[in-house]
Each structure stands twice: as C-alpha cells, then as structure tokens.
C-alpha cells in the first residue's frame, strides 16, 4: 500500500478539486482518500459528502482546570501564567482560566498550594470515517474552533487512513494535504511514497511552488508536479515546465483554465464528473501518476528493453563480419552477445513481473522473480566464463588466418563503445532503483567490453603477425569472467534462502526503531531482501502499563521513520510486547520501620516509609524499607510519593485510597492498586500478588 500526497504552496490552488476528480477515476481501484487539511476540511463536500461511518474524538493539547473545592483563593496562579490566560472572577471568588489562551504549560498547577488546579488532555478534534458513493473510504480530520495542535490531528487521520487501508487491502491512500508550508503540512508528507505539487501560472503561485519544492526535497520524497489554470500566463508555465525539466521533476499534466472547473466547485461535483471533457485530461495525468510507486521498476523495464534491442545489433554485425573475415574470434563474441540477449530478455522479464499486485498467492508480490531472474544471468555469466576460455583454449592450439581485418576491427571498436555505454547506463540505473539484477546485468556488459577488446587486440596482433596472444589473455579474463558470476550467485542464492545480507539496513532499522520515545528495546529483529525491497519483523519491548492508543502511536512513528531512513523498505511486520518479569514489585505505605512486622500507613502522602518487597512464586523473596521524603512537603505530597515509587518501578501499590495526583502519575506504570486485605503486613502483600498475578 502506497500513499500519494497532493500538495500547493497556497489555499485555491485547485488542489481538493483536483484530489476529488483523480479519486473519482481510480474508484475502480482499491484506494482510501485521505483530508489532511484538518483546518478547513472540504474532499468528502466535493465528494458528495457521504454519511459518516463513525467519529472519533482526538486530544491533541492539555488545559489547565480548576477545582473550585480546593482553591483556597490565594491568587497566587495569577502572577504565574505568561499567557494571560488566568483572570479573577470576583463573584466566586476563585481564578477563570480562559480556555483559548492556556497553552497546558502546567506552571498554575505547579504554583497552586492546594492542588486546586490540574492539567488534563482536551478535545481538540475529530477524526471521521466515511463511505463515499464511488466505493472507497473517506477519512477526514477537523480542528475545533480556536485549538492547537492541527500537525497531531492530521496524524492521527493518516494513521486512521492506514488502518482502513490494511483492512480493505487497498493499493493507494490519496493524500489531501493542508495548504502552504506550516506543521499540519509537515505531518501530511513525511513518509510519504510521493508528493504531487499543485503550481498554478502566476508570478505569486510560482513563488509559493519553489518554498513548497524546497520543503519536499528537504525530507526527500520523490515528486511531481501539475500545472493548473496554465493557459492564463502561458509565459509563467513555460518557466515551470522549464524549471521542472532542469531540475528533473516530471510534469503530470496541465490543466487549462475552464468555468465549469469553478462550476464543478461551486456545485460540490468533482470536475470530471461535471464536465467529461476534463476526463481526458485527467487521464493523461493518471496515466503518469498510477504506478508512481512503480516507477523505478519501469525506468529498469526500458534499460534492459533498449539493450535488448542494442545487442539484436551487435550479434549480426558481428555474426555476419565474422563469418564474412573468417574470425573465430569474432564469431564466438556473437554467440556471447547472442547470450547477452538472452540476459537482457530475463532481466525484462522479470522486472516486468516484479510490477504485478500482490494477490492471495503470492501476498508479498512478485519482488522474487527478479531476483531469481538476476540468478539466471549469474549462471549465464559462469558459462559465457567457460565458453570464453575454452575458445581461447581452442585459439591458442588453431589460430586463424583473417579476412577482411580493417572491417573486423571496425565492428569489434563499435561493440566496445557500445557495450561499454549499457554497462556504465544499467548499473547506473540498477543502483538508482536498487535492482540487483540489473546491476549484475551492467556488470555483465563490462565482460562484453572486455571481451571484445580482447577480440580486437587478437585481431591485431594477429594482422600484426603475433599469434597465439589472444588465447592467453582470453583464459585469464575467462577466470576472472567465472569468479565474478560465482559472487553474484552466491548473493542471489543467498536474497532467495532469506539471508540477512543487508546489515547496513539492518543496523540502521534497529537504530531507528531505538530511537522512538516510548520503546524499551527490540529483539528477534529479521530483514529480508525481495527484488528490490526490503521486509523487516521485528519484537518490541515497551513500558509495563503503555495504554494501547500509545502503541498505536509509536508503531506509526516506527513505520514512518524507517521508511523515511529505508526508502526501500516495503513492509514491517511489528509484534508490541512488555518485557517479562517472573516476580512482583509490591509497595505499601509504613508507619514505622519493623521489616515485614511494620504497620501499615493510612494515608500514602504523610506516610513515614514505603515497603518495597519482590514477590514470586507466592513468597515474598525480598524486601527493602524506603524513606518518604515528600512527607515534608507543605503541598504535593502524594505526587512526589508517587514518583518515588514510579522510580523505583514498582508493579502494584496497596493503599487505602489514592488521589488524583499520584494516581495519574502512576497510571500509565503499574498494573494497579489493591486495599490492604490480611492479618499482618506479609499477609496483605501476598494477597495483592495473587490478585494480579
């Protein structure tokens, strides 16, 4: 599954219009469409706005609150917010906190002596689900009025997208991007396989084209652009058209200006549905767009086709020469290049299967046949190695008289300049694309250009008078010929045992993937090679009590950071654990210090000491006592005790009842509370054990 993101560098670009009408003409396809522009979301309108699946609130900022039970009026949090988001209401008596200007900083909660104030996550937003009538989802995103965090919002919709994706199996998500440069941008097109630039022809729009290039080439996506409204200053669009083919970004396609595009908007209609005229010019654009994601493997596609076509050439320029002059030589070089041919085929063959869906047979596609095709040309290179030296062999025992020499000559000199520009122009484009198989296949064109010098020198030297030197140097290129195909089918065979070859990648995921707030470690981490993609799986270690919406969200992080350090990472299979433990960290408030005879505390702030005793196998195997320095503390007490505690990485906590503050502070790092229950301290501990054991 791929994801295509369409972006402009201003707001009335066209750039909905035209996600809308590219969505409508892939409807025959698997796709999800995506509204990332979360401020002012408008796809699913043009869409015919389509009845919402469900909605799903998202808190993206925290807020201050107040709790009015436990102000004591002191006004000290009104000289404490920098926002000027605290003011005084004189009829309560009690501190207003004006909710558009707090920015959850925590500073008034911090100062407040009674903990009368709290910060909380706030509803920021929506992400919606919805089913158009063309048969593909919608996901949508909306900022509340007068919130923050719309880059948070726009991630959670992309991740939402990614998950109706997976479960409807589809090939493409179509990105709606926000307008412009800013963070709800940024979270549109990180990670992304390709950005699609929206440029209309104006001075203003081609200015906001290169920030918008400039930000995309930052995080190093490929893309492309479209060219709106571009017969309204056909000067301007020559500039783009221009600029894009110096900088080497391929232009989609042009879209003319036309009223009934504003039409088309002004009646909620995608523009090709509106106006079928503009389906040809959609097509056009569609016709460059789909198979982006495939784009490498096609550029690989034509290399092999046009040597293919290149060595048809040579082997009867050379079959027909060397029959013609009587070189044996020159015959057997044809019969090479005829081989080359075969290579070629295989090459294009296999990059040409390499481009077919995944299906229910093979579900991680068809990557493996090109490297099974790279196989074959290695085997190809160990016999044309075999064939070179036994010809040479031959040369050396029977050398030829030769006809025709300058002709000879003439035909081997073409061969080398030819052969030498496939194999410096496939191994350029194999490394480009990251296809083995045709970096072996350059490589193979190298031994051509060998090859047909040694022929050259032999004719030479032969016209010259000095026999027999061809076939020495025939027999030493032969065993070089031998060992290079043996290398490169030791790595083939290696690709197709599922070998973990590549340990830059490898180093690079596992530094990646540690580098993601919230992960613990990782283990039984595999990566594989398939063509010219990587699959990775992998085991994550998190924190005990991360809540499941936090796994979600360091997965997607994990996918997006990898595929933006591996390009040619395809897929990562991630299996979230917590690491196992094979005992128990409980701890119980004291108030005293007697080992396993103290008394239990009932109140956890004031509390003198805290047990921490490590139980297993239902007995407590140790036990430490621990002294509570929150004890004097004139305010926050039971918070302090608590991170005390969550320090210390206990599992449970028996107490009486816990307050709000210490419990959210150790809500998201132990597995729970449990009230003392037993006749002595050994008892109450064991009794906690066995309820979460």
Not at 39 to 54: Q, R, T, V
Not at 127 to 154: P, W
Not at 283 to 289: D, K
């Given at each position: 599954?791929?994801?295509?993101?369409?972006?402009?560098?201003?707001?009335?670009?066209?750039?909905?219009?035209?996600?809308?009408?590219?969505?409508?003409?892939?409807?025959?396809?698997?796709?999800?469409?995506?509204?990332?522009?979360?401020?002012?979301?408008?796809?699913?309108?043009?869409?015919?706005?389509?009845?919402?699946?469900?909605?799903?609130?998202?808190?993206?900022?925290?807020?201050?609150?107040?709790?009015?039970?436990?102000?004591?009026?002191?006004?000290?949090?009104?000289?404490?917010?920098?926002?000027?988001?605290?003011?005084?209401?004189?009829?309560?008596?009690?501190?207003?906190?004006?909710?558009?200007?707090?920015?959850?900083?925590?500073?008034?909660?911090?100062?407040?002596?009674?903990?009368?104030?709290?910060?909380?996550?706030?509803?920021?937003?929506?992400?919606?689900?919805?089913?158009?009538?063309?048969?593909?989802?919608?996901?949508?995103?909306?900022?509340?009025?007068?919130?923050?965090?719309?880059?948070?919002?726009?991630?959670?919709?992309?991740?939402?997208?990614?998950?109706?994706?997976?479960?409807?199996?589809?090939?493409?998500?179509?990105?709606?991007?926000?307008?412009?440069?800013?963070?709800?941008?940024?979270?549109?097109?990180k990670a992304t396989d390709h950005v699609i630039i929206i440029a209309e022809a104006n001075m203003v729009a081609l200015n906001d084209f290169r920030r918008t290039l400039q930000l995309v080439r930052h995080f190093k996506i490929p893309h492309s652009i479209i060219i709106n409204k571009w017969d309204i200053n056909k000067d301007v669009s020559k500039k783009i058209e221009s600029f894009a083919q110096e900088s080497d970004i391929?232009?989609?396609?042009?879209?003319?200006?036309?009223?009934?595009?504003?039409?088309?908007?002004?009646?909620?209609?995608?523009?090709?549905?509106?106006?079928?005229?503009l389906e040809k010019t959609f097509e056009i654009i569609l016709n460059n767009l789909w198979g982006g994601h495939m784009k490498s493997l096609k550029e690989g596609e034509k290399v092999a086709r046009y040597s293919t076509y290149a060595n048809i050439a040579l082997t009867l320029m050379k079959g027909i020469v060397g029959l013609l002059s009587g070189s044996l030589a020159l015959i057997a070089d044809a019969i090479h290049s005829?081989?080359?041919?075969?290579?070629?085929?295989?090459?294009?063959?296999?990059?040409?299967?390499?481009?077919?869906?995944?299906?229910?047979?093979?579900?991680?596609?068809?990557?493996?046949?090109?490297?099974?095709?790279?196989?074959?040309?290695?085997?190809?290179?160990?016999?044309?190695?075999?064939?070179?030296?036994?010809?040479?062999?031959?040369?050396?025992?029977?050398?030829?008289?030769?006809?025709?020499?300058?002709?000879?000559?003439?035909?081997?000199?073409?061969?080398?300049?030819?052969?030498?520009?496939?194999?410096?122009?496939?191994?350029?484009?194999?490394?480009?694309?990251?296809?083995?198989?045709?970096?072996?296949?350059?490589?193979?064109?190298?031994?051509?250009?060998?090859?047909?010098?040694?022929?050259?020198?032999?004719?030479?030297?032969?016209?010259?008078?000095?026999?027999?030197?061809?076939?020495?140097?025939?027999?030493?290129?032969?065993?070089?010929?031998?060992?290079?195909?043996?290398?490169?089918?030791?790595?083939?065979?290696?690709?197709?045992?599922?070998?973990?070859?590549?340990?830059?990648?490898?180093?690079?995921?596992?530094?990646?993937?540690?580098?993601?707030?919230?992960?613990?470690?990782?283990?039984?981490?595999?990566?594989?090679?398939?063509?010219?993609?990587?699959?990775?799986?992998?085991?994550?270690?998190?924190?005990?009590?991360?809540?499941?919406?936090?796994?979600?969200?360091?997965?997607?992080?994990?996918?997006?950071?990898?595929?933006?350090?591996?390009?040619?990472?395809?897929?990562?299979?991630?299996?979230?654990?917590?690491?196992?433990?094979?005992?128990?960290?409980?701890?119980?408030?004291?108030?005293?210090?007697?080992?396993?005879?103290?008394?239990?505390?009932?109140?956890?702030?004031?509390?003198?000491?805290?047990?921490?005793?490590?139980?297993?196998?239902?007995?407590?195997?140790?036990?430490?006592?621990?002294?509570?320095?929150?004890?004097?503390?004139?305010?926050?007490?039971?918070?302090?005790?608590?991170?005390?505690?969550?320090?210390?990485?206990?599992?449970?906590?028996?107490?009486?009842?816990?307050?709000?503050?210490?419990?959210?502070?150790?809500?998201?790092?132990?597995?729970?509370?449990?009230?003392?229950?037993?006749?002595?301290?050994?008892?109450?501990?064991?009794?906690?054990?066995?309820?979460?054991?």
């Amino acid at each position: 599954m791929k994801e295509i993101c369409v972006l402009s560098g201003k707001g009335g670009a066209g750039k909905t219009s035209i996600v809308a009408s590219i969505a409508i003409l892939l409807a025959n396809r698997s796709i999800v469409a995506c509204d990332c522009d979360v401020d002012a979301p408008n796809l699913a309108l043009l869409l015919g706005n389509p009845n919402k699946i469900y909605c799903e609130r998202i808190s993206a900022s925290e807020k201050a609150f107040v709790l009015s039970s436990r102000c004591r009026s002191c006004k000290k949090c009104l000289n404490t917010c920098r926002f000027n988001a605290i003011s005084w209401d004189d009829e309560i008596s009690k501190p207003d906190i004006k909710r558009f200007l707090c920015e959850g900083c925590g500073a008034c909660a911090y100062t407040c002596p009674s903990n009368a104030i709290e910060i909380h996550p706030t509803d920021t937003g929506k992400v919606c689900l919805s089913e158009s009538d063309h048969g593909f989802s919608i996901v949508t995103g909306q900022l509340k009025l007068g919130e923050t965090g719309s880059g948070k919002i726009v991630d959670a919709v992309r991740r939402k997208a990614s998950e109706v994706g997976r479960v409807e199996d589809a090939e493409l998500i179509l990105l709606d991007s926000a307008a412009g440069i800013g963070c709800p941008v940024i979270s549109s097109i990180k990670a992304t396989d390709h950005v699609i630039i929206i440029a209309e022809a104006n001075m203003v729009a081609l200015n906001d084209f290169r920030r918008t290039l400039q930000l995309v080439r930052h995080f190093k996506i490929p893309h492309s652009i479209i060219i709106n409204k571009w017969d309204i200053n056909k000067d301007v669009s020559k500039k783009i058209e221009s600029f894009a083919q110096e900088s080497d970004i391929p232009v989609l396609g042009k879209i003319p200006y036309t009223i009934t595009f504003i039409e088309a908007l002004a009646n909620l209609t995608p523009a090709v549905l509106y106006d079928p005229r503009l389906e040809k010019t959609f097509e056009i654009i569609l016709n460059n767009l789909w198979g982006g994601h495939m784009k490498s493997l096609k550029e690989g596609e034509k290399v092999a086709r046009y040597s293919t076509y290149a060595n048809i050439a040579l082997t009867l320029m050379k079959g027909i020469v060397g029959l013609l002059s009587g070189s044996l030589a020159l015959i057997a070089d044809a019969i090479h290049s005829l081989v080359d041919i075969f290579a070629s085929v295989t090459v294009y063959i296999g990059l040409k299967l390499s481009q077919k869906k995944p299906d229910e047979l093979f579900p991680y596609g068809y990557y493996r046949i090109e490297t099974f095709a790279s196989l074959i040309i290695s085997v190809i290179i160990i016999i044309t190695g075999f064939e070179i030296g036994m010809e040479s062999f031959s040369y050396i025992l029977h050398p030829s008289k030769i006809m025709l020499p300058s002709l000879a000559l003439l035909i081997t000199l073409i061969s080398v300049f030819i052969s030498y520009f496939f194999a410096v122009y496939k191994e350029k484009i194999g490394r480009k694309i990251k296809s083995q198989a045709l970096v072996n296949d350059g490589r193979h064109s190298l031994l051509d250009v060998v090859s047909s010098m040694i022929v050259f020198f032999g004719i030479l030297f032969e016209y010259l008078g000095l026999r027999g030197f061809q076939g020495f140097a025939g027999i030493l290129i032969a065993i070089l010929i031998i060992y290079l195909g043996l290398k490169f089918a030791r790595y083939d065979i290696l690709v197709l045992l599922d070998a973990c070859i590549d340990q830059k990648s490898l180093q690079t995921l596992e530094k990646t993937v540690l580098g993601v707030k919230g992960v613990e470690g990782i283990h039984d981490v595999r990566v594989r090679r398939s063509g010219p993609y990587l699959f990775a799986e992998l085991h994550l270690e998190l924190e005990r009590g991360t809540s499941l919406k936090e796994i979600e969200n360091i997965i997607s992080e994990i996918n997006n950071k990898v595929k933006e350090k591996i390009p040619s990472m395809d897929h990562i299979i991630i299996q979230p654990e917590t690491p196992p433990k094979d005992y128990m960290l409980i701890a119980a408030p004291l108030k005293d210090n007697k080992g396993l005879d103290s008394t239990i505390s009932p109140h956890f702030g004031k509390a003198d000491y805290f047990i921490i005793a490590s139980v297993k196998d239902d007995r407590i195997q140790d036990s430490k006592i621990i002294e509570n320095p929150a004890r004097e503390l004139e305010k926050k007490r039971g918070i302090k005790a608590a991170e005390l505690l969550k320090d210390e990485g206990i599992d449970v906590l028996i107490v009486d009842h816990l307050s709000e503050g210490p419990s959210y502070v150790l809500s998201q790092h132990i597995l729970g509370t449990a009230k003392p229950k037993g006749s002595s301290l050994e008892d109450i501990i064991l009794n906690a054990y066995r309820k979460f054991r």
